[in-house]
């Protein structure tokens, strides 16, 4: 049996996390980044052709930079290859993939929805999001086998029912977050148990680069009205603090 190598362009944070994973289910993973840095535990190096001839390509760069990149790369991809992005939006890139990949090039959207600290504890019953994109030979169907393999929750959506509803299930849980981590909170022994589990959103999204932060509310259309109802939302909560700032009733 020919051995299924895969292909991880960008070892940043989550590109990291994402080839030693895929390389603890037993695959053989080939790593690149442009910059010099520490290959993940059993990840092969390779250089940017190897990467792009292999089985399967993810690309694991940031939802600002994919266009550009993709444009760059598209060309040398393997007539073979199997292309995913992991754009935590999903209209965008899949439209990207469609616009700039070869005509035969096989692609589709995927979004795992975790990361190096929400899945610290293991991945089972962790949600892996596919959306449909070019597919004619089926290549997928490895994928969502070796997914579900993996303790995977496979859920195969379109994009933009994905980007309707991560502007909230991930939008306002990053925007949340970052509120959060404005404000001076720390661990207390009186801390009621809804607090810590603040302080953990606080974590997980802070220790996200910034930058994925900011491309989460620019790529997906539907965080700017997640944005406003949040805003109004907010608005009427004030309205209630103007009442508790008035002095207390005295008998």
């Given at each position: 049996?020919?051995?299924?190598?895969?292909?991880?362009?960008g070892l940043g944070r989550f590109g990291s996390f994402w080839a030693k994973s895929l390389a603890a289910s037993g695959l053989k993973v080939i790593g690149y980044n442009r910059s010099k840095r520490a290959l993940p535990e059993g990840v092969v190096s390779g250089s940017e052709t190897e990467v792009l001839s292999c089985n399967t390509l993810f690309y694991c760069v940031a939802i600002s930079s994919f266009e550009e990149v993709l444009s760059r790369t598209?060309?040398?991809i393997g007539k073979h290859t199997l292309v995913f992005d992991t754009c935590s939006v999903k209209v965008e890139p899949v439209r990207t993939m469609e616009r700039l990949l070869p005509q035969g090039c096989t692609f589709a959207g995927s979004h795992p929805m975790f990361g190096p600290d929400s899945a610290s504890e293991g991945m089972d019953g962790l949600p892996m999001v596919l959306c449909p994109g070019r597919d004619d030979e089926g290549k997928v169907d490895f994928w969502r086998h070796h997914f579900s393999k993996m303790g995977l929750r496979v859920i195969e959506i379109t994009a933009d029912r994905h980007d309707k509803e991560a502007a909230?299930?991930?939008?306002?849980?990053?925007?949340?977050?970052?509120?959060?981590?404005?404000?001076?909170?720390?661990?207390?022994?009186?801390?009621?148990?809804?607090?810590?589990?603040?302080?953990?959103?606080?974590?997980?999204?802070?220790?996200?680069?910034l930058q994925l932060f900011i491309?989460?509310?620019?790529?997906?259309?539907y965080t700017h009205g997640m944005r406003m109802e949040l805003t109004s939302a907010?608005?009427?909560?004030?309205?209630?603090?103007?009442?508790?700032?008035?002095?207390?009733d005295r008998p």
């Open positions: 049996m020919v051995e299924h190598t895969v292909g991880i362009y598209a060309a040398k909230y299930t991930q939008g306002i849980t990053h925007v949340v977050g970052r509120i959060l981590g404005e404000l001076d909170l720390h661990e207390s022994e009186i801390a009621t148990s809804g607090y810590k589990r603040l302080l953990q959103v606080r974590e997980q999204t802070c220790n996200d680069p491309d989460l509310q620019r790529y997906n259309p907010l608005e009427q909560i004030m309205t209630l603090f103007a009442q508790a700032d008035l002095p207390p």
